[in-house]
């Protein structure tokens, strides 16, 4: 896995911090790493953006950030590119970036704006259609709420419709207190997604220093990102009442 898309369900799921635990899993292997933001909105010229935080989250090692487009207005990038007047990304632009950020690192983390069927373009362009651009599976991050379950199965429905692959599941921000829709959502997304839950990351791992991020980040991601993750423990931990 060279190069790996990450996307949500909507906004505020965690996409970022789950970008950043995957980066800082892969920097303490001693990989090279690049993370890679077609478009930042919400957010003035010169402030902090995703990419930035995920520096932060990651520390030191071995980290390249990029972000190709900043809009201000906290909309999908389509619409903020409009209101903005500023130009929109391209197919070709992104797929260029991914392509020269894969000669020089052992992993690009692209990550999306919103949900997978977020545009980028007035033409209709999605983050589907730049992992289809960069041939790259896609791991999709979700919530908790009572809407997960619907909106992680049309995400990787249309991925697969798509003829990509999601890649797995992982739970951006599992909450310290999970309700009976949280610990439900543990055996009932993978079976709805039709892919593994591939992580469970708390909330607030935000506000970690990199060191103990890091630790968070290896006990709460799979193996296949260099975690420790067990489904099937964690979800007896919290398991589902009356079963």
């Known amino acids: ?85 500023w130009p929109e990304p391209g197919h070709a632009e992104v797929a260029a970036a991914v392509s020269a950020l894969a000669a020089e690192h052992d992993l690009v983390l ?25 041939s790259a599976p896609a791991l999709v991050v979700t919530g908790t709420g009572l809407d997960a379950l619907s909106t992680t199965a049309l995400t990787t429905e249309v991925l697969v419709h798509r003829g990509l692959e999601p890649l797995g599941v992982v739970i951006g921000r599992w909450p310290a207190d999970p309700d009976l829709a949280a610990r439900c959502a543990l055996a009932d997304l993978p079976e709805c997604a039709g892919t593994p839950l591939a992580g469970v990351l708390p909330e607030g791992m935000a506000g970690l220093a990199p060191a103990e991020f890091r630790a968070v980040a290896r006990e709460s991601l799979s193996p296949w990102f260099g975690g420790v993750f067990d489904p099937e423990v964690f979800a007896a931990k919290h398991h589902e009442p009356g079963r």
């Open 1 to 85: 896995m060279s190069v790996l898309v990450v996307t949500g369900t909507g906004t505020g799921v965690g996409k970022t911090v789950v970008v950043a635990g995957v980066a800082a899993l892969a920097v303490a292997e001693g990989r090279r790493v690049a993370v890679l933001k077609p478009a930042q909105t919400g957010l003035p010229q010169g402030a902090p953006g995703d990419v930035h935080e995920v520096r932060r989250l990651v520390g030191a090692g071995a980290l390249t950030v990029r972000e190709l487009h900043r809009y201000p207005d906290p909309l999908a990038p389509q619409t903020a590119a409009r209101r903005s007047g």
């Open 110 to 134: 692209v990550e999306g704006t919103g949900g997978l069927l977020s545009r980028f373009r007035a033409d209709g362009m999605t983050v589907a259609d730049v992992a289809w651009a960069v």
